[in-house]
């Protein structure tokens, strides 16, 4: 499951989702060893669960998290949160708000993450009343 929210949180520059070839390709370059875009799917899909810590640093040093995003629970679950967040704000077309959100604690992150979903929802609320 962090995997997969990585690929769906941490874009290219152009906002697309890496594929799988592009992230496969930068760990079989990072590690040396073998990491094939099937292997890759089945990590993200579940199909296998047991990578290797160095799949897992790989992995971690292509999306840029530091790698206690897999090993520790709630350095992990406080990254995601953060990931989450960024995402969001992303997808909103904030940048610099973004970037002013990076060193928040996770109470803060929790707060600015409420208010979004909160606009969002009267936003979305606003745009059915009047079509």
């Known amino acids: 499951a962090r995997i997969e929210a990585l690929f769906h949180t941490v874009r290219r520059p152009d906002r697309e989702q890496?594929?799988?070839?592009?992230?496969a390709r930068a760990?079989?370059?990072a590690t040396g060893e073998s990491f094939s875009t099937t292997y890759l799917w089945q990590l993200r899909t579940g199909r296998r669960?047991?990578?290797?810590?160095r799949h897992l640093e790989a992995l971690a040093r292509f999306f840029q998290?530091?790698?206690a995003?897999?090993?520790?629970?709630?350095?992990?679950a406080?990254?995601?949160?953060?990931?989450?967040?960024?995402?969001?704000?992303?997808?909103?077309?904030?940048?610099?708000?973004?970037?002013?959100?990076?060193?928040?604690?996770?109470?803060?992150?929790?707060?600015v993450s409420e208010l979004v979903e909160v606009i969002a929802r009267r936003d979305a609320a606003r745009r059915r009343s009047s079509s």
Not at 18 to 23: H, K, Q, S, W
């Open 18 to 23: 890496y594929t799988n070839e592009e992230v």
């Open 27 to 29: 760990c079989r370059e």
């Open 49 to 53: 669960d047991n990578p290797t810590k």
């Open 65 to 67: 998290v530091p790698p």
């Open 69 to 76: 995003y897999f090993f520790d629970e709630r350095q992990g």
């Open 78 to 111: 406080e990254i995601a949160r953060e990931l989450a967040l960024l995402g969001a704000l992303r997808d909103a077309g904030v940048r610099s708000l973004a970037l002013r959100a990076v060193g928040l604690s996770p109470e803060g992150l929790d707060t």
